[in-house]
């Protein structure tokens, strides 16, 4: 991933564009600040020599292309002569929040909406041009009004009054990435001066060390200093982090441990010095103003540089995970370190977008909850696996990079970095970002696959029934003609269905399950054109399947109210269903927990099992304050008062045979939005029923990955009359170890990487890994 989410200033001509067209000299937009989430804030300049009553003026925001303001906002206050105005989000980050005038609580900009700035209902400022649909921004590159901060530049004493005609906002701005927001309301105000001499090679310099200091933060930010030090790696170019490190040499070192010697120098902010004008081993003299950007410590803003020799070389220091303490890599931010360990990869889903890998020491890492009881030791856990992780970076700064360099030479769909693969020996310097300690490599690493794609041939054998779980990742076909996309859910075109189709079909055929329970397949009915029909239908068309699939059909139009259903699928020359499906409609499964479906079948021999297949509620859209089903903090995470009752209630329905099917074994499988230590599962093991993912090797079953800890959210749980006939439960880790970018998805991926990362197979067709359990029942007495 880009540590520092950066891309150079676009030096962009306007071509044929019609030139500018200012008003008279007044307030004008000096800042533009569309960010994550509600981090958007406009700040306003009063270039002028009185204050400003802004009685009659507002900003019009027009949407998506729209001739007309969809929002017109009315200011309040006064500007002083020569100060600013900033207008933000009241839902912004604190940051921007410290800085606004004025804040608003409706529906703002996007970055392919028009911005007007108006004195009495005309336009004096106007960001885009009104009327017109840009598509996704305004500008491109790091001169963009989507996701990135732009700063008017200051050579600029009036605004942009046309707008009618054609906008480029490089003419007059510079770009910055994304939630940069910490000169709001500071235009116009002069730069620190450098009241430094620059002096010459070997004179007296600041200590890198007294930069950095002993704590996150430099105490010498926003000043300007001078140093002299050792370039320890370049990272420039195009897409480049557009800068360097630079570390002071062996001997300057100070005696304070907390202290660290390394510096990032960003160059991306000046014409005049330029990361590539540097190499590995100069010794360099450079003065910048000391910045903290995303918890990084830097030097920016350099107006003066001179290399002083070449040649040398630093000694690079010893990281080891996990870390003492949360803090300890301080003492080490911006040097070259070395970590001799054997790591794991634990993370790999951004992988593809980023080019990042977390690793990890000692193994996976666990989702603490699926090894531990929620509470205390799932807090200690957790606080363990934030010291024990790594971000492996690529020393890039773009987005969606081709190639992606891990595992060399590239990935691709037959090349693929699996969690669970091992690293040894990395390289580089030590740096922060996004809320991560990370790695910018000076040397490629070599990863060892130790974790390689499973086959069929590792699915258990034996026994006269196999039933299987399998989440299919939003599985919706549109209209079910070729037609309806993009959907809700799922595929968004034609082109995308067929891959994400083909890949299910590969993973169930793989299974060669009699029973298959789904998961997220849309609610959209069991007709002809319904989702699940056609998967049956293109399960059975496979050429290397002898399987005759048929749909459990409810009875009903749809089961349930959500977007999503779980579903029942079997083949009809293996078994037959006995008695009727049943669903519940209880409480817990109005709205969050999706209505299950259990069916009883019968095996060629003639024995019964109950099938109930489930998908608890997810852990995400957390209510608040005094909600029963609010976080707890205890490491289960929200709605789990909701997800234990929907177990309870299932519990008891089950128990009095809800399908007629006159069996007393019943087999419970899907994803219950729980791990194994959680009150969800405890609930069914304290009514008798035994969780069928067991620990092998001391290492516990896993189905899943979040944050890069990975753990069983999908179940097989057997009632006390079925557990003798159970011969083996296992995962089929096709899916979850394997990185997102191989799904059947086409965003974010380059014209080749759209063929490169994509191969039919089984591998990567959902997030969930299926689960697959052997019975050997007995016939009937």
């Known amino acids: 991933m880009t540590s520092f989410g950066r891309a150079g200033l676009a030096a962009l001509t306007l071509g044929a564009f019609a030139p500018v067209v200012h008003a008279a000299p007044g307030l ?68 921007v929040l410290a800085a606004a005038d004025q804040t608003y609580g409706g529906s703002l900009y996007n970055g392919d909406d028009t911005i007007a700035l108006l004195d009495d209902g005309a336009p004096v400022d106007v960001i885009g041009r009104i009327g017109v649909d840009p598509g996704s921004a305004w500008g491109s590159g790091s001169v963009s009004t989507r996701d990135h901060t732009l700063r008017r530049d200051t050579s600029v004493t009036n605004g942009r009054a046309d707008g009618d005609t054609p906008f480029d906002p490089a003419n007059e701005w510079s770009g910055y990435p994304a939630d940069t927001f910490a000169d709001l309301g500071t235009f116009g105000e002069s730069q620190p001066p450098s009241t430094v001499a620059f002096g010459s090679c070997g004179d007296d310099a600041t200590a890198i060390h007294a930069i950095q200091g002993p704590g996150a933060d430099s105490p010498l930010v926003n000043e300007m200093h001078v140093v002299e030090a050792i370039v320890t790696a370049v990272y420039g170019g195009s897409n480049g982090l557009e800068g360097f490190f630079v570390q002071a040499a062996d001997g300057a070192h100070d005696s304070d441990p907390r202290t660290s010697e390394g510096l990032f120098v960003y160059t991306g902010d000046t014409d005049d010095i330029a ?21 990084l410590t830097e030097l920016r803003r350099t107006d003066r540089a001179a290399v002083c020799g070449s040649g040398y070389a630093v000694s690079p ?60 030791p799932a807090r200690a ?3 363990l696996n934030a010291r024990n992780r790594l971000v492996l970076d690529d020393g890039l700064s773009t987005e969606n990079p081709d190639p992606v360099i891990y595992p060399a030479p590239a990935l691709s769909a037959f090349n693929t970095l699996r969690l669970g693969d091992a690293v040894t020996g990395i390289e580089g310097v030590l740096s922060y970002g996004f809320g991560d300690w990370r790695v910018q490599p000076t040397a490629t690493p070599v990863f060892d696959p130790v974790n390689p794609r499973p086959t069929p041939a590792v699915l258990p054998q034996g026994g006269n029934l196999r039933v299987a779980s399998a ?102 020359q293996r078994v037959r269903p ?27 021999n003639g024995g019964r099992v109950t099938v109930a297949v489930n998908h608890f509620k997810s852990k995400g859209s957390c209510p608040g304050g005094d909600d029963p089903n609010a976080d707890q903090g205890d490491g289960q995470s929200c709605w789990n008062v909701l997800r234990t009752q929907a177990a309870e209630d299932q519990i008891d329905w089950l128990a009095d045979d809800p399908t007629d099917g006159d069996t007393d074994q019943v087999l419970v499988i899907g994803d219950l939005n729980a791990y194994a230590q959680e009150d969800p599962i405890t609930a069914f093991e304290r009514a008798g029923y035994r969780t069928l993912l067991e620990r092998s090797d001391d290492t516990p079953a896993t189905t899943y990955v979040f944050d890069a800890q990975s753990g ?24 979850a170890d394997e990185p997102p970018a191989l799904d059947y998805n086409i965003e974010y991926k380059s014209p080749a990487q759209i063929g490169s990362f994509y191969n039919p197979g089984p591998y990567r067709a959902s997030d969930h890994d299926p689960v697959v359990i052997q019975l050997d029942l007995a016939a009937p007495q």
């Open 275 to 295: 990361a590539a004008d540097f190499a590995t081993g100069q010794r360099v003299r450079l003065r910048g103003e000391v910045t903290e950007f995303n918890g």
């Open 578 to 604: 006995v008695g009727e499906p049943a669903t519940l409609t209880t409480t817990p499964y109005v709205t969050g927990n999706r209505q299950p479906i259990a069916q009883t079948f019968a095996a060629p």
């Open 471 to 572: 989440n299919v990742l939003n599985f919706f076909n549109g209209n079910g003609q070729g037609g309806g996309f993009p959907t809700a859910r799922g595929a968004d075109s034609p082109e995308e269905l067929a891959r994400q189709r083909a890949k299910l079909v590969a993973a169930i055929t793989a299974l060669d399950a009699d029973i298959v329970g789904l998961m997220e397949i849309e609610n959209d009915g069991y007709g002809p054109d319904s989702a699940i029909q056609e998967l049956v239908d293109s399960l059975n068309a496979a050429g290397d399947s002898d399987a005759s699939y048929a749909v459990v059909d409810p009875g009903s139009p749809r089961l349930g109210a959500d977007a999503i259903a779980v579903g029942l699928i079997y083949d009809s």
């Open 317 to 376: 220091s010893l990281l080891a995970l996990p870390f003492a303490s949360p803090d300890a890599p301080e003492a080490l931010e911006g040097m070259r370190v070395t970590l001799r360990q054997r790591l794991t990869v634990s993370g790999n889903y951004t992988l593809g977008r980023f080019g990042e890998v977390v690793l990890s020491a000692g193994g996976r890492l666990q989702t603490p909850t699926n090894v531990v009881p929620p509470g205390e």
């Open 712 to 735: 069983a959210l999908d179940h097989a749980l057997a009632n006390g009359a079925l557990q003798d006939r159970v011969l083996a439960a296992v995962p089929f880790h096709i899916n």
């Open 381 to 383: 856990l957790a606080e």
């Open 28 to 95: 004008f937009f000096s800042e533009y600040v569309e960010g994550s989430s509600y981090n958007k804030s406009l700040e306003i300049y009063n270039p002028t020599d009185a204050a400003v009553d802004l009685d009659d003026y507002a900003i019009a925001v027009y949407f998506n292309g729209s001739a007309d303001a969809g929002a017109t906002i009315a200011l309040e206050g006064t500007i002083e002569a020569g100060e600013t105005f900033v207008f933000a989000d009241q839902r912004a980050d604190a940051v």
